[in-house]
């Protein structure tokens, strides 16, 4: 009786733990680090969807690396080329984030037009892949090149699936994952409430960007100002790195000491700023 006990149990615990591991077949494509996709998305966001996390850091390296050889033949001080060729390495990545940044402010505000247009698409009876393709022509002008393609895609392919995740690698938007996976299980599995759904989306879209925009509008002048504090040291740094004299200062321990605490300073100061001054992003939770 033990024995068969024993056994019933070891069965189970290997159920168990067989049914922790999924098939390579199954486990779907690897996403990479979290802040890996978060960069792929806003390189995507940025329309540089063709650059790479490894050549955006060899962008970072080489504007570094210029910027620093600069200063060090205006300045003559290694350390205050250093300080400088640090804050230019940041360059390519800052432009990324501001110009994904800007599209997405652009989008939130173009998102109910494109949800509107499909809802009367599909209310019009055209089909699933019908509606999408028409936003490439009666869309919001911000969205219509990914609608395009999806339309050109659909009519080469004719997989509305595979056509739906380059979609959505596309736009990298969680907006459109919502949509795109609301019309992926109505295509596979049918119902009648995707209108009543795009419509309530469409309200709730229009609702939070107000919202934003308001926010964003109260709280543009604090922004801007913490920004002004935080570049402003720097700025008066580069000034007095004209004269070599100046420069020379910051060559000793103190100097060194004095630089590596002002720009520790302005990182935590900076990103103290943006941490409270930053409204919640959705993210992609249906990739």
């Not at 779907?28 to 063709?50: F, I, T, W, Y």
């Not at 022509?137 to 050109?152: D, K, M, Q, T």
Request: charge should be positive.
């Amino acid at each position: 009786m033990g024995s068969l006990v024993g056994l019933v149990g070891g069965a189970g615990l290997f159920c168990l733990w067989w049914a922790c591991w999924v098939p390579d077949e199954r486990r779907g494509p690897r996403r990479g680090p979290r802040r890996l996709q978060g960069l792929r998305d806003e390189l995507v966001q940025a329309d540089m969807a063709g650059v790479s996390p490894a050549a955006l850091a060899a962008a970072s390296v080489v504007c570094g690396l210029l910027v620093g050889v600069g200063v060090l033949a205006v300045a003559a001080s290694p350390v205050v080329a250093s300080a400088f060729a640090l804050i230019a390495a940041a360059g390519p990545r800052t432009l990324v984030r501001v110009r994904a940044r800007g599209r997405r402010t652009r989008t939130r505000e173009q998102w109910p037009e494109a949800v509107d247009h499909l809802t009367s698409g599909i209310r019009a009876g055209l089909s699933l892949p019908e509606a999408l393709a028409q936003l490439s022509v009666r869309g919001p002008a911000e969205l219509r090149p990914s609608f395009a393609a999806f339309a050109e895609d659909y009519r080469a392919t004719g997989r509305f699936g595979d056509c739906l995740d380059r979609l959505k690698a596309s736009l990298a938007d969680p907006v459109a994952d919502r949509i795109v996976e609301s019309l992926r299980l109505t295509r596979e599995v049918g119902g009648s409430d995707l209108g009543r759904l795009l419509r309530t989306l469409s309200v709730f879209l229009r609702e939070d960007a107000r919202t934003r925009a308001e926010l964003e509008a109260r709280q543009s002048w604090t922004v801007n100002g913490a920004r002004l504090a935080v570049a402003a040291p720097w700025l008066v740094l580069a000034l007095l790195a004209t004269r070599p004299q100046a420069a020379e200062a910051y060559d000793s321990a103190t100097g060194v000491l004095v630089l590596a605490g002002g720009g520790a300073a302005s990182v935590v100061a900076y990103r103290l700023m943006v941490r409270l001054g930053r409204l919640p992003e959705e993210e992609r939770v249906l990739r």
